[in-house]
């Protein structure tokens, strides 16, 4: 079995802006796995909230190639060379590294080499994906006149969910304007709002009551993770999801009474792997479920597609905001992944 990563960066199709700063490019990380004649690929989104760099995840991913071709140097050559060998990898990858981007890379990788082993197409004949999921594009900081343009562009294009991001500024006057702009052309769309975490100083009272009364499905993390607490005791008239504050199943008793919603990414979970386990004990637990996702290709995105299936909010567009995806990429339309 070989094991690499390749660092590749993708123009945006426009500067993207959230609250912690503005992006006009994404650096990925893309690992290979050859074994017995098969290639899979995974890809990861390092980012920087999380302590992570392109430097440091293939560091990491280098890590389980080494441990890799030393572990299969140890064993019996019948089983380093077997399809058994990628399933003993795949089950020990918690134990090489810790939850984050490069152990997602990985670990979507070896799930599509395991299911090539069987002659399986991942993920449509893995999973049941329905042929059609409603996915978030999402509007970036700007003004409010900016944002309700590129909001209405996107509802002239068939859009059914947006997702907003915003800061600490203006929050009130840029809902309102886009509110506003799609009033006429597309009444029921959805919007959801993305904070960042950039609201833990604010009025949360005033501002969710302000918010509800403009027809708002979901507010994303509004308060950085560890002031999750600032969310317990004050009504919630628009449902809030844990983005920042949930990675992984262990983070969900904290918190209960705080969110409604936890937001799944691969990126934070290390993959499809912990993803599901994180669906199956939120749900159990009483939370919705978002799939969401670090901007990246359709590479990334696909992977995501057995939870967004299934969860009541998508927003896998990572692919749309770039200025070019990956060849044979996943197709994006009216609002639509259509598989």
């Not at 503005?22 to 890809?43: F, L, P, Y």
């Not at 890379?105 to 994906?129: H, M, N, V, Y």
């Amino acid at each position: 079995m070989k094991i690499t990563a390749i660092h590749e960066q993708f123009p945006l199709a426009r500067s993207f802006t959230i609250s912690r700063g503005s992006r006009t490019h994404v650096d990925v990380v893309k690992v290979i796995i050859e074994h017995n004649g098969i290639i899979a690929e995974g890809e990861c989104t390092p980012y920087a909230r999380y302590g992570e760099t392109v430097e440091s995840v293939i560091e990491q991913i280098k890590h389980v190639a080494n441990h890799a071709e030393h572990h299969s140097s140890l064993h019996d050559s019948d089983l380093s060379s077997s399809d058994l060998y990628s399933v003993e990898l795949h089950k020990s990858l918690p134990q090489l590294l810790s939850a984050g981007a490069a152990r997602n890379a990985i670990d979507c990788a070896l799930w599509r080499l395991e299911q090539q082993q069987k002659g399986i197409d991942f993920p449509t004949q893995s999973f049941d994906i329905q042929s059609n999921i409603i996915t978030a594009m999402t509007v970036s900081i700007d003004t409010p006149e900016i944002m309700a343009e590129q909001a209405r562009e996107y509802c002239e294009l068939g859009a059914k969910l947006l997702k907003v991001k915003l800061d600490s500024e203006q929050i009130i006057e840029r809902v309102k304007a886009i509110r506003t702009a799609i009033q006429v052309i597309a009444p029921d769309t959805k919007i959801i709002l993305d904070a960042n975490e950039a609201w833990g100083e604010l009025d949360l009272n005033a501002i969710f009551s302000q918010l509800a009364e403009l027809n708002i499905a979901m507010i994303e993390q509004p308060v950085a993770k560890g002031e999750d607490n600032k969310l317990l005791g004050i009504p919630h008239p628009v449902p809030v999801c844990a983005d920042e504050s949930c990675h992984t199943s262990q983070d969900l008793a904290l918190l209960l009474g705080c969110y409604e919603m936890v937001n799944i990414k691969l990126d934070k979970t290390g993959g499809l792997t912990e993803a599901l386990a994180l669906e199956s004990k939120a749900i159990e637990m009483g939370f919705t479920v978002m799939m969401g996702c670090m901007l990246g290709t359709s590479l990334a995105m696909e992977a995501a597609l057995p939870i967004a299936a299934r969860a009541e909010i998508v927003d896998l567009d990572g692919p749309v905001l770039l200025a070019h995806d990956r060849e044979n990429g996943l197709r994006y339309q009216s609002g639509y992944i259509v598989i």
